[in-house]
């Protein structure tokens, strides 16, 4: 079956920093990927699409120069929280799209970012 | 606009009692409907899915029908166990686009 791979599942970071986090395809060609941030015991929230060799398309009310995605192939997106403060500390998760959305949506494992 | 109402929870059951998840949506058009499901510390997995009115999607013991008229995709079981535990998510794929829509999810705690 489809498989999302995304790294790192945990990171602790300093104020002030970047930290990036991965998104794979292993055995699939995502022509769209999604970028979700989950608060506690809420929902998942839709950050951003990012198609193959184009800019992402950012949600309303997401900074897209905080939040940096890059989709260079058609396995790999790369989200990057730049100058993270601890408000950014949260659960984000991955998504990957093959061939239309009767193929249901991958999920990757998610990343738990904390900003000390 | 596009929206989804799922009871929060908890829900607390016994093992082999009946579940039921309501799941209503606000959806333009006739969106496919999905129930996934994320576990303790993972991400999220599909569960079931319906594409079209009067579909019943089904996988693992669970069923939910599309339902047109009432904008509904209830999430059913017959009998849950404690392996069931987890948090559920009903998730409308938008008409027009590849976005799906969540809910709050529903936290499911099943005890022996």
């Known amino acids: 079956g489809a498989v999302v791979s995304q790294h790192p599942s945990r990171v602790i970071c300093k104020s002030g920093t970047s930290v990036k986090i991965e998104c794979r395809s292993l055995?699939?060609?995502?022509?769209?990927m999604f970028w979700y941030r989950q608060f506690p015991k809420k929902s998942l929230m839709l950050m951003a699409t990012s198609n193959e060799g184009s800019k992402a398309t950012y949600e309303q009310g997401v900074e897209k120069d905080k939040f940096l995605i890059n989709h260079a192939s058609l396995t790999l997106s790369t989200l990057t929280v730049t100058s993270a403060h601890p408000e950014d500390s949260s659960f984000y998760i991955c998504?990957?799209?093959?061939?239309?959305?009767?193929?249901?949506?991958?999920f990757g494992s998610g990343t738990r970012l904390t900003v000390v | 606009g596009n929206s989804v109402t799922q009871m929060e929870g908890p829900v607390t059951l016994s093992e082999e009692a009946f579940l039921t998840i309501n799941c209503t949506y606000t959806?333009?058009?006739?969106?496919?409907l999905f129930w996934y499901v994320q576990y303790p510390g993972e991400g999220l997995q599909l569960l079931l899915k319906a594409t079209k009115a009067d579909d019943k999607g089904s996988n693992k013991g669970f069923e939910a029908t599309y339902r047109k008229e009432t904008t509904s995709f209830h999430l059913e079981k017959g009998s849950v166990q404690v392996s069931d535990s987890a948090v559920y998510f009903c998730a409308p794929r938008l008409g027009n686009t590849d976005k799906l829509i969540f809910g709050t999810g529903t936290r499911l705690q099943v005890f022996p």
């Open positions: 055995d699939f060609q995502a022509t769209t």
């Open positions: 998504s990957a799209s093959r061939q239309g959305a009767d193929y249901g949506y991958t």
């Open positions: 959806a333009t058009g006739y969106p496919s």
